[in-house]
Each structure stands twice: as C-alpha cells, then as structure tokens.
C-alpha cells in the first residue's frame, strides 16, 4: 500500500512564496517520476511540474521561472518552491508519483495525494 502525503498549502498574499512537499511511503522498491498538479475551481487539472529520478524537470508555461520542483530520492519526497505567487495559482495542488511497489513484478503504478489548497489573494 503506498500513500503520497501533501503538505505545505495555505494562504498567502500575491507576490508571496510558498514550499509543498509530498512524501511517498509504502512498499515503495523506485519512483520514476514526481510531480504537482494543479486544478482550481471549474477547471481542468494542469500539470505544474514534474521531477524524474535522475533530476530532469519540466515545467507548466504559467510557472515557469516562477516554481522550481526538486527531489530527495533517499527520503521520497519532492517539493515545489513556488515564488512570485499570483491570485490565479490559486487551486488545489496534488501530488503524482509513478512508482514501483514490491511484489508486483516490477509493474509501474500511478499514485496520486489527497491535495492541498493553495490561495493567493490579491
């Protein structure tokens, strides 16, 4: 059984900064990849960005140059700083991980966390 656990959300004014984290725990033999998604009220769910295991790193267009999402293999966690925050990365973050998890013959599986609200007033 693997969970992925967010925290670090909350609310804070434009311009501010805030760190989420997500750890992974479980049965857990490798993780691939991690990485955040986004989705805000009556929208899709956007990719914000997402960290491989050997550190290579994409970004969504809105937060480029703004998020910078970053990896501790040894503890399974990844986080994404985000500065230079706006009142529309307001949304509810989650955390996405693919992972293999012991006794499944080396399957890849995707998980994702339960989400962490994110606002950013104006």
């Known amino acids: 059984q693997v969970q992925l656990v967010e925290s670090g959300g909350g609310l804070v004014q434009a311009g501010g900064s805030l760190r989420l984290s997500c750890a992974a725990s479980?049965?857990?033999?490798?993780?691939?990849?991690m990485g955040w998604y986004r989705q805000a009220p009556g929208k899709q769910r956007e990719s914000v960005a997402r960290?491989?295991?050997?550190?290579?790193?994409n970004y969504g267009n809105s937060v480029k140059g703004r998020f910078t999402i970053s990896r501790d293999n040894a503890k399974n966690t990844v986080y994404l700083q985000m500065n230079g925050l706006k009142p529309e990365d307001t949304a509810v973050y989650y955390c996405?991980?693919?992972?293999?998890?012991?006794?499944?013959?080396?399957?890849?599986?995707?998980?994702w966390g339960q989400g962490t609200q994110v606002t950013v007033s104006s």
């Open positions: 996405n991980a693919d992972l293999v998890v012991a006794g499944t013959s080396g399957k890849l599986t995707n998980y």
């Open positions: 960290i491989t295991s050997i550190g290579s790193t």
């Open positions: 479980g049965s857990i033999l490798s993780i691939l990849a």
